[in-house]
């Protein structure tokens, strides 16, 4: 079965960075693109970008362009999201989703609560 | 950026109740439209993908329609399970945009 495990909940200050990861499982990880969405307390959602696992080519909207990066570990399975100069906005829950081939999303991770506080 | 607009906001539903919920989009968008069902504390959960196609597992009961920049999600007979926030997304041009969400709650 498709499982998305992303990892725990983070604090960060102000300016500081956070790394979120998500492993993989119960599918053939380099088949599909993976995205990151993210949702502010009480907010819709936000959608941050793609990669594809294969190739580790990217995508970022220009909201997130020299902030968000992601990557991959093809021996693991698993992607990354790392979003640098954090701000109180940022305080969000992301996931990580899966995406059917240029239908949007089918599997979902659980969600990484991210606080942003001095 | 394309906007997503979702009507009602919120409405208040009983167990066996057609609903309803609308999506517009700014401009035209094909069938590149996405459903998610969102319980509090919880990752949403795909329900429809191009429009009107059923993730797999999902009741019958659960149907979109739409074309173009209007779009809904129907529920046919409201289950108890089923109260929650439902979102809309347009995943034909970047970036992706999400609607802000109706909530169906018990009446």
């Known amino acids: 079965q498709v499982q998305l495990v992303q990892s725990g909940a983070e604090v960060k200050k102000p300016g500081a960075s956070v790394k979120v990861s998500c492993k993989a499982s119960?599918?053939?990880?380099?088949?599909?693109?993976m995205h990151w969405v993210r949702q502010a307390p009480g907010q819709g959602l936000e959608w941050m970008g793609w990669?594809?696992?294969?190739?580790?080519?990217?995508y970022y909207p220009q909201k997130f362009q020299g902030t968000v990066t992601m990557t991959r570990d093809t021996s693991i399975s698993s992607v990354y999201m790392e979003l640098s100069r954090l701000r109180s906005d940022d305080t969000a829950v992301y996931y990580c989703?899966?995406?059917?081939?240029?239908?949007?999303?089918?599997?979902w991770g659980q969600g990484t609560l991210v606080t942003v506080s001095s | 950026d394309i906007q997503m607009t979702q009507s009602p906001s919120s409405l208040s539903a009983s167990v066996g109740d057609r609903v309803t919920i609308t999506c517009r989009a700014s401009?035209?968008?094909?069938?590149?439209v996405a459903w998610f069902q969102q319980k509090p504390g919880i990752a949403p959960k795909s329900l429809i993908y191009?429009?009107?196609s059923l993730q797999s597992g999902v009741p019958s009961r659960f149907s979109g329609s739409g074309s173009g920049t209007d779009f809904t999600l129907t529920i046919s007979s409201l289950q108890p399970e089923d109260f929650a926030t439902y979102h809309c997304?347009?995943?034909?041009?970047?970036?992706?945009?999400f609607g802000p969400g109706t909530k169906v709650d018990i009446k």
């Open positions: 401009q035209r968008i094909s069938n590149f």
């Open positions: 989703a899966r995406e059917i081939s240029g239908y949007s999303f089918d599997f």
């Open positions: 997304q347009q995943y034909n041009y970047y970036p992706f945009t």
């Open positions: 119960g599918f053939t990880f380099t088949d599909y693109y």
């Open positions: 990669i594809n696992p294969k190739t580790g080519g990217t």
């Open positions: 191009a429009a009107s």
